[in-house]
């Protein structure tokens, strides 16, 4: 007898879908085959596709309050004149009702755990554990070339660390250095050495843009990853948002430290900052994740959308259809950021960590069925998510979120985004 069991569902095990049935036993999966289970609660239908549950791995949550806000400008205007002038007026109520809204919309897209780098994340920890998600939370920091101010933020950063990681099974604490334009090299070594003394990653946004890069080289006489290379810094704890701007060299020192990469195709479109060599950096063998980044720069938390780009942006940049196949897609998607953030989850595998969605393969945009991969990755939308599974817990049953009021949410937010409007 299990806590929750899953019938005849089609099963995304190991790279192929197969009509199988799943055990659910406290905060894991306790079986995955063929013979069908008894469960305390029981999905069975064929008509479900049975899915490792989405890793949102690298966002911004609480930037859904500044959605819409700033549209149509280069990154640099768009950070300096808008997104951190708003972000002065944003409170620790503002962060933690702004998370709980992106946290309703990524349970809505079937996501089941968020890498965030942000400011107040105490409130974001709470906002997770009130509605059961996982997540791989940081304090974003910044010395900006202060030493004073350096010291002050890495405190910050220990501090909750110490504090949130491993709370209720569901966050994961890491470090969160900002950038390498944002962030001095001294600064970094220190980050690098807090992480090793604490036993904890680190999560860093690298090589995002082409003005980035030159900075970077006029101020230190070599490349972002060459920078960090130099310093000590990248490591299999290391995970590095964006990675655009990259020469071969760089590529072969990330696959060389086992650093994983998450690609946000959304946002890197939206701000124009370029498209990543995804294919390259997968078959050089590094682990490349999926993210969405902020509201502000996607404007949605929408790991379809991400998916469906990430393909099609492969597919073009190498002038070849099969760029990247939809299951290498889903993968991405799934367990390459359980992987990225040493989190064991993202497959349909016994003793992995119960987080799976359940997505209507009866839906229209699903029909007809030649192939559950391609209907995922190309078709789907995110309205198609019946019900998601996240810890071993039913978090959202027939799209509805159990676990908090999502009308209050919606209505909280609403009154939040008043206090922006006049951001100039
Ligand atoms: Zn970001």
Same mark, same amino acid.
């Given at each position: 007898m299990f806590d929750i069991a899953i019938n005849d569902a089609l099963c995304f095990i190991n790279g192929e879908f197969l009509r199988a049935s799943v055990g659910i036993k406290g905060e894991k999966i306790a079986y995955v085959g063929k013979e069908n289970v008894k469960g305390d609660v029981e999905f069975n239908s064929p008509d479900l596709l049975c899915v490792p549950a989405f890793f949102n791995a690298h966002t911004h949550a609480a930037m859904i309050t500044l959605r819409g806000l700033a549209e149509d400008m280069q990154l640099k205007d768009w950070l300096e004149k808008k997104i951190w002038k708003a972000e002065r007026k944003l409170s620790e109520d503002?962060?933690?009702?702004?998370?709980?809204?992106?946290?309703?919309?990524?349970?809505?897209?079937g996501i089941a755990c968020f890498s965030d780098l942000y400011i107040h994340m105490d409130k974001v920890a709470e906002a997770a554990i009130e509605l059961g998600m996982?997540?791989?939370?940081?304090?974003?920091?910044?010395?900006?070339?202060? #030493? =004073?101010?350096?010291?002050?933020?890495?405190?910050?950063? =220990?501090?909750?660390?110490? #504090?949130?990681?491993? +709370? =209720?099974n569901l966050i994961k604490a890491v470090f969160g250095p900002h950038a390498p334009y944002t962030c001095t090299p001294e600064f970094l070594r220190k980050v690098r050495g807090k992480a090793n %003394?604490?036993?904890?990653?680190?999560?860093?946004?690298?090589?995002?843009? @082409?003005? @980035?890069? #030159?900075?970077? !080289?006029?101020?230190?006489?070599?490349t972002p990853v060459r920078l960090l290379e130099d310093i000590g810094f990248l490591g299999e704890d290391v995970v590095i948002a964006h990675a655009i701007w990259l020469d071969d060299e760089e590529i072969e020192i990330l696959r060389r430290r086992n650093v994983s990469v998450v690609h946000c195709p959304t946002s890197n479109l939206k701000l124009v900052a370029g498209i990543a060599r995804v294919k390259e950096m997968s078959e050089a063998g590094i682990n490349v994740a999926l993210g969405?980044?902020?509201?502000?720069? /996607? /404007?949605?938390?929408?790991?379809?959308? #991400?998916? !469906?780009?990430?393909?099609?942006?492969?597919?073009?940049k190498y002038g070849r259809a099969d760029a990247m196949r939809a299951?290498?897609?889903?993968?991405?998607?799934? %367990?390459?950021?359980?992987?990225?953030?040493?989190?064991?989850?993202?497959?349909? %595998?016994?003793?992995?960590?119960?987080?799976? +969605?359940?997505? /209507?393969?009866?839906?229209?945009?699903?029909? &007809?069925?030649?192939? &559950?991969?391609n209907?995922?990755?190309?078709?789907a939308s995110g309205d198609e998510v019946e019900h998601l599974i996240v810890n071993g817990t039913i978090v959202m049953e027939d799209r509805e979120v159990l676990t908090d009021d999502e009308e209050k949410i919606k209505r909280k937010v609403e009154k939040i985004s008043e206090k922006f409007r006049e951001v100039e």
């Amino acid at each position: 007898m299990f806590d929750i069991a899953i019938n005849d569902a089609l099963c995304f095990i190991n790279g192929e879908f197969l009509r199988a049935s799943v055990g659910i036993k406290g905060e894991k999966i306790a079986y995955v085959g063929k013979e069908n289970v008894k469960g305390d609660v029981e999905f069975n239908s064929p008509d479900l596709l049975c899915v490792p549950a989405f890793f949102n791995a690298h966002t911004h949550a609480a930037m859904i309050t500044l959605r819409g806000l700033a549209e149509d400008m280069q990154l640099k205007d768009w950070l300096e004149k808008k997104i951190w002038k708003a972000e002065r007026k944003l409170s620790e109520d503002d962060v933690y009702w702004g998370t709980k809204l992106a946290i309703v919309e990524m349970f809505k897209r079937g996501i089941a755990c968020f890498s965030d780098l942000y400011i107040h994340m105490d409130k974001v920890a709470e906002a997770a554990i009130e509605l059961g998600m996982r997540a791989v939370l940081c304090y974003g920091m910044a010395d900006r070339g202060n #030493e =004073e101010r350096g010291r002050k933020e890495l405190e910050i950063g =220990e501090k909750f660390i110490k #504090e949130w990681n491993n +709370a =209720e099974n569901l966050i994961k604490a890491v470090f969160g250095p900002h950038a390498p334009y944002t962030c001095t090299p001294e600064f970094l070594r220190k980050v690098r050495g807090k992480a090793n %003394e604490l036993g904890v990653g680190i999560h860093i946004h690298v090589a995002e843009t @082409e003005w @980035e890069r #030159e900075e970077i !080289k006029k101020k230190y006489g070599r490349t972002p990853v060459r920078l960090l290379e130099d310093i000590g810094f990248l490591g299999e704890d290391v995970v590095i948002a964006h990675a655009i701007w990259l020469d071969d060299e760089e590529i072969e020192i990330l696959r060389r430290r086992n650093v994983s990469v998450v690609h946000c195709p959304t946002s890197n479109l939206k701000l124009v900052a370029g498209i990543a060599r995804v294919k390259e950096m997968s078959e050089a063998g590094i682990n490349v994740a999926l993210g969405t980044d902020g509201a502000a720069s /996607n /404007n949605s938390y929408n790991m379809f959308f #991400e998916m !469906k780009l990430a393909s099609l942006l492969q597919k073009i940049k190498y002038g070849r259809a099969d760029a990247m196949r939809a299951v290498e897609i889903l993968k991405m998607a799934t %367990e390459n950021g359980y992987r990225a953030y040493g989190i064991k989850g993202g497959r349909l %595998e016994e003793g992995h960590l119960a987080d799976i +969605a359940l997505i /209507n393969y009866k839906a229209v945009s699903m029909i &007809p069925h030649y192939s &559950p991969e391609n209907a995922l990755v190309y078709s789907a939308s995110g309205d198609e998510v019946e019900h998601l599974i996240v810890n071993g817990t039913i978090v959202m049953e027939d799209r509805e979120v159990l676990t908090d009021d999502e009308e209050k949410i919606k209505r909280k937010v609403e009154k939040i985004s008043e206090k922006f409007r006049e951001v100039e």
